[in-house]
């Protein structure tokens, strides 16, 4: 049976001043005193030093919640890959349900992105998952496999193995409307099948797949109960230090 570390992430998302970013991190970074769960936040771009600089010492990892699909250049408005490790950031939400569906960004678009920021040297964090109305027609499985195949297509093993890939329904994010533990499985274990099939049995029992969608601390230790649920991304409950922590402690 492979083991496969817990990973909690904080998605801030367009949250927090300055003074509250800090004091969010500074607190999370406190409560944080053991490395068991691998803990990530991931505040908006502006903050992200002054997060990193209360960081320091802690095991919790910066992420960003976007990154350039370019690695420089006349790119108006983006941020590279080089500059969010510069920043301190290890990781980069890529494909997060909002930026597929509000923002507009494409399958193609996310590949290109997935591979500048590994080729950059940051590990990602892969977001996808069905909408209501897929589900509703029974497609989600679908929907999984031509997210991961297009997400993920070109990658080498070694990039892979800087890969998280988070489940995230549509239908579950910020409407209190959790996933039930066993439909998470479901979903995990078929995007593993997946894995399986696209790279093999290493690649697919090291990776983890986190479940996002309105996760709380009532509902973690179900979700993580199940065999292939690896931990949980996490956005309305990232924004006070003692749910998050409480997530984090319920995942271990
Ligand atoms: C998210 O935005 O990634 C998310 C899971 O949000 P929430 O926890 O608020 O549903």
Known sequence: MPTRKKFVAGNWKMNTTLAEAKALGAAVAKGVTDDRVTVAVFPPYPWLTAVGEVLKGSPVALGAQDVSSEKKGAF???VSPAMLLETGCKYALIGHSERRHI???SETFINHKVHTALEEGLSVVLC???????????????????????????LTDEQFGRIVIAYEPVWAIG????ATPEQAQEAHAFVRSKLRLLYGDKIA???????GGSVT?????????QPDVDGALVGGASLKADSFLAI????G
């Open 128 to 154: 996808m998952g069905e909408t209501l109305a897929e589900r509703e027609r029974g497609l989600q499985e679908r929907v999984f496999q031509r997210q991961v195949y297009a997400a993920c297509a070109g």
């Open 103 to 105: 923002i507009g960004e």
């Open 217 to 225: 601390p009532d509902n973690t230790v179900g979700l993580m109960s």
């Open 76 to 78: 108006t408005g983006e």
């Open 175 to 178: 409407t209190g409307k959790v």
């Open 205 to 211: 029992d090291s990776t983890p797949i986190v479940y």
């Open 248 to 251: 984090v402690k319920a995942a």
